[in-house]
């Protein structure tokens, strides 16, 4: 089969196979492509669109990997949305279309929003971030990560939009910040007695200072977020729409009760 350009386009697409693929890198600003060479990664459940190789794919919570998980691994609440992929190959992680790069910690301490980030190297302990929503890595390695949108480096003091927050890195945690001039204003009155409205950038931001680097996605919408390890509803896919033998019901979009923890609605009306 012969892939011509299409009118008006810019040429024939390339395509690849396991030898023209990058090793650890970038395959376009959507696509990451991680080589496994009989060593692991940690990768969150629905990220992985394909690979090449023997792979073998891991629940957290196996047992031969209870070294693993004791040094690099410690988010009981996250658990289930995470595996564990070793072996040889090269496998694509891709989050719907938003952008996907790697990053790089020394010896490092960055905190992320728990759905931005795709995988990591096993050198990274990835711990539960104090900050409802997120977790925090430390140590050294390489970690992949989404965004909506490209990323914006950022150097303390300043305010963030909470929406627009994708993470930060070597610096103390974030304060709420609320404009009560913006709040108890004219826009803030009518808000309150209309309803119309609802807590903006403008009224309310994560202050940060110190040093350090904060991280932000240019644009203020959040990718929205999916459960993972779900089978869609799609035609001809066996079992589609079922989680564990269980459909979606009124505990959750799963069936699944919610965790201790899991703020729901209220933590992402707060940007959290």
Avoid at 35 to 45: I, P, R, T, V, Y
Avoid at 95 to 102: E, G, L
Avoid at 134 to 150: E, R, Y
Avoid at 204 to 215: D, I, N, S
Wanted: hydrophobic letters at 35%; charged letters at 15%.
């Amino acid at each position: 089969m012969t892939f011509g350009p299409a009118p008006g386009g810019a040429g024939a697409p390339t395509v690849f196979d396991p030898y023209t693929l990058p090793s650890d890198d970038n395959v376009n600003a959507y696509t990451f492509c991680v080589e496994l060479k009989g060593n692991q990664w940690f990768l969150q459940k629905g990220k992985m669109i394909a690979y090449y190789g023997q792979i073998e794919f891991n629940g957290i919570g196996h047992g031969r990997f209870e070294r693993l998980l004791r040094t690099s691994f410690h988010s009981p609440l996250h658990a289930s949305d995470w595996v564990v992929a070793e072996g040889q190959g090269k496998m694509l992680l891709a989050d719907r279309a938003f952008d996907v790069n790697s990053y790089d910690l020394d010896n490092g301490n960055l905190t992320i929003r728990s759905g931005n980030l795709l995988a990591y190297q096993p050198s990274l302990a990835l711990k539960q971030s104090i900050v409802p929503g997120f977790l925090t890595l430390i140590g050294t390695g390489k970690f992949v990560a989404a965004s909506n949108g490209p990323v914006v480096f950022m150097e303390p003091p300043l305010r963030v939009d909470p929406q627009a927050l994708v993470g930060w890195a070597d610096c103390p945690s974030p304060c709420h910040h609320y404009d009560h001039g913006y709040m108890t204003g004219v826009m803030g009155g009518l808000r309150q007695l209309t309803g119309i409205g609802g807590t903006s950038g403008e009224e309310h931001q994560f202050e940060f200072v110190g040093a350090g680097t904060v991280l932000l996605q240019s644009t203020e919408l959040l990718m929205a977020e999916q459960p993972v390890g779900a089978v869609g509803a799609e035609p001809g896919v066996p079992g589609a729409g079922m989680h564990g033998g269980h459909g979606q019901g009124p505990l959750g979009q799963l069936g699944v009760p919610r965790m201790p923890g899991q703020l729901g609605d209220l933590q992402r009306r707060l940007g959290l």
